[in-house]
């Protein structure tokens, strides 16, 4: 597996909390920009994955990565901790990506007492519904990450803590995933994603992977489904919003740090893509 440093993780906890379900955890294509971990205390459930279906049972730890579509099935008893955890995809690395992890594991004696002490130091920081339709969206997403970062550093430290020392353990049974993305796309994705700040032009990023224009632009919709010019554009608004519900930068900007002169176009821009302009999705 990738040598990678504590400066190569960018992992932030969006929940944390602990659920009682009796036959009441059913939930069908849930499929999260998150990662759910899962420390399982009483009875069993399963969960329906791409390879097959997995029973989950008690003083396992389970992992689910981000984007992964699963669904949910239960009958009877089943309580468990969980957290959700969240990678910035802005970075160069992006370990959710680029590996494998096993999805059950079985739980050192200490797991529990860990997964407790990150629901009480973050009590405020459970799921108001065990429905995934209730806070896995786009707005819900953006006000998690504002309240996350918004906790105290001491206990926004402790609990990074706690998740690394869980990760540790899946870590050291991972493995090193073998990319289907074409290692040129590849490339161009991580220069758009850290030089969103800059005129992004469609010639100069075919030359920079030593393809024609034509060329670069059908294999980046055959790699990606889209094209280059609205994946560069849907990352910038995704940018805008995280933005615009986190910091207190004013609009105009957040248009020129995003590339964009005109701040009129990029209030056309942000509203075709979100159906309301840059200040009302600020208020809202």
């Known amino acids: 597996m990738?040598?990678?440093?504590?400066?190569?993780l960018h992992l932030l906890m969006l929940h944390a909390g602990y659920c009682h379900h009796n036959g009441d955890w059913n939930w069908k294509d849930v499929k999260s920009p998150f990662a759910r971990l899962y420390y399982v205390t009483e009875g069993t459930a399963q969960v329906a994955l791409p390879d097959g279906i997995r029973t989950l049972t008690p003083h396992h730890l389970y992992l689910i990565p981000p984007n992964t579509l699963h669904s949910d099935i239960c009958s009877g008893l089943f309580a468990h901790y969980y957290v959700h955890?969240?990678?910035d995809p802005d970075f160069e690395s992006n370990i959710f990506d680029e590996t494998d992890f096993p999805f059950e594991l079985d739980a050192l004696p200490e797991d529990e007492g860990l997964m407790k002490r990150l629901m009480d130091i973050?009590?405020?920081?459970?799921?108001?519904?065990?429905n995934p339709a209730t806070y896995d969206n786009q707005s819900s997403l953006l006000s998690n990450i504002r309240v996350s970062l918004s906790r105290s550093?001491?206990?926004r430290l402790e609990s990074?803590?706690?998740?690394y020392t869980l990760g540790a353990r899946f870590l050291r049974e991972a493995k090193t995933k073998e990319l289907s993305v074409d290692s040129r796309i590849s490339k161009t994705l991580k220069y758009i994603r850290h030089h969103l700040s800059e005129p992004l032009e469609v010639g100069t990023l075919s030359s920079q992977v030593f393809l024609t224009k034509d060329h670069f632009i059908r294999l980046f919709h055959k790699q990606t489904g889209c094209t280059p010019n609205a994946y560069i554009t849907n990352k910038?608004?995704?940018r805008a919003e995280l933005l615009l519900i986190t910091t207190d930068i004013p609009v105009?900007?957040?248009?020129h740090d995003l590339g964009y002169n005109d701040l009129s176009y990029f209030i056309r821009i942000f509203k075709k893509h979100t159906g309301i302009t840059p200040q009302?999705?600020?208020k809202s």
């Open 153 to 155: 550093f001491p206990d």
């Open 160 to 163: 990074q803590g706690i998740i």
């Open 2 to 8: 990738r040598d990678y440093t504590v400066n190569d």
């Open 280 to 282: 009302q999705y600020r």
């Open 236 to 238: 910038k608004m995704e």
């Open 122 to 130: 973050n009590p405020y920081m459970h799921v108001p519904q065990s």
């Open 85 to 87: 955890i969240y990678e």
């Open 252 to 255: 105009k900007q957040i248009a």
